[in-house]
């Protein structure tokens, strides 16, 4: 998925700089959520002025940044991928670190709360993700989470990399990690105002301009589309759920 995550984030920094900061949240939200959802999320993480915030999985920084200027919070992003931890230092100022989801750099309790948008889809490894979350945040805070889950076998081709979970499978494993479910609703990724989707479109199609030859750029299109269409079959859904730590 480096493609994906890798250097398509460092063509989107790019042509977010070309177009004006105006376009990084909507850029930088793409594939994590509109407007909507991630007011959705935020208005249930308890969340007051100074709180300190983990994005964990906070590709380009688009949440971090919309949640750090939305709520007066300080949000700290962690990002396994290079190009895309820099990118959210530099398009919005936010502390950023390249760092595996499943070992993060932080003390334990270290964090108010957290989120993890459309991340815990793309790892074998949820049990120690969601593990490593719930050591580094304090006692009764709360993770909200978008997971695509699979509500039925998925038809090929499936997106590389991806490994979708049950809603089923979900809930045992925040139980195991040591979370309580605290409320869930399905996810309208289009809840965005046509502004932000329009500025979202324009840096698509500016890095599209500038590298849409580029066999990188193809594959990373590819997974989109795989993706947008196990969702319009109905066999894969967008989930919000909001958790606290036990």
């Given at each position: 998925?480096?493609?994906?995550?890798?250097?398509?984030?460092?063509?989107?920094?790019?042509?977010?700089?070309?177009?004006?900061?105006?376009?990084?949240?909507?850029?930088?939200?793409?594939?994590?959520?509109?407007?909507?959802?991630?007011?959705?999320?935020?208005?249930?993480?308890?969340?007051?002025?100074?709180?300190?915030?983990?994005?964990?999985?906070?590709?380009?920084?688009?949440?971090?940044?919309?949640?750090?200027?939305?709520?007066?919070?300080?949000?700290?992003?962690?990002?396994?991928?290079?190009?895309?931890?820099?990118?959210?230092?530099?398009?919005?100022g936010l502390p950023?670190?390249?760092?595996?989801?499943?070992?993060?750099?932080?003390?334990?309790?270290?964090?108010?709360?957290?989120?993890?948008?459309g991340v815990l889809?793309?790892?074998?490894?949820?049990?120690?993700?969601?593990?490593?979350?719930?050591?580094?945040?304090?006692?009764?805070?709360?993770?909200?989470?978008?997971?695509?889950?699979?509500?039925?076998?998925?038809?090929?081709?499936?997106?590389?990399?991806?490994?979708?979970?049950?809603?089923?499978?979900?809930?045992?494993?925040?139980?195991?990690?040591?979370?309580?479910?605290?409320?869930?609703?399905?996810?309208?990724?289009?809840?965005?105002?046509?502004?932000?989707?329009?500025?979202?479109?324009?840096?698509?199609?500016?890095?599209?301009?500038?590298?849409?030859?580029?066999?990188?750029?193809?594959?990373?299109?590819?997974?989109?589309?795989?993706?947008?269409?196990?969702?319009?079959?109905?066999?894969?859904?967008?989930?919000?759920?909001?958790?606290?730590?036990?």
């Amino acid at each position: 998925m480096e493609a994906e995550f890798g250097t398509v984030a460092g063509w989107t920094e790019e042509a977010v700089r070309a177009l004006g900061p105006e376009h990084a949240v909507p850029a930088g939200t793409r594939g994590s959520g509109g407007e909507g959802t991630l007011r959705w999320l935020a208005d249930r993480l308890a969340l007051e002025a100074g709180s300190r915030v983990l994005d964990d999985g906070a590709g380009l920084g688009g949440p971090a940044g919309w949640l750090a200027a939305d709520r007066g919070v300080r949000v700290v992003c962690a990002e396994p991928m290079r190009e895309a931890a820099r990118a959210a230092r530099r398009l919005f100022g936010l502390p950023s670190v390249a760092a595996m989801a499943q070992s993060l750099p932080f003390a334990d309790a270290a964090f108010d709360a957290g989120w993890c948008l459309g991340v815990l889809c793309t790892t074998t490894e949820k049990a120690a993700l969601l593990t490593e979350l719930r050591r580094v945040l304090r006692p009764g805070s709360r993770l909200g989470l978008l997971v695509f889950v699979a509500d039925r076998p998925l038809p090929p081709p499936l997106p590389e990399g991806n490994d979708f979970p049950t809603e089923d499978e979900l809930h045992g494993l925040l139980e195991g990690a040591g979370f309580r479910l605290d409320e869930t609703a399905d996810a309208d990724l289009g809840d965005s105002p046509p502004e932000w989707s329009q500025r979202a479109d324009a840096v698509e199609d500016e890095v599209e301009r500038r590298h849409g030859d580029d066999p990188r750029w193809q594959e990373a299109r590819e997974q989109y589309r795989r993706v947008g269409r196990l969702m319009s079959d109905g066999a894969l859904r967008p989930l919000l759920a909001v958790a606290v730590a036990t």
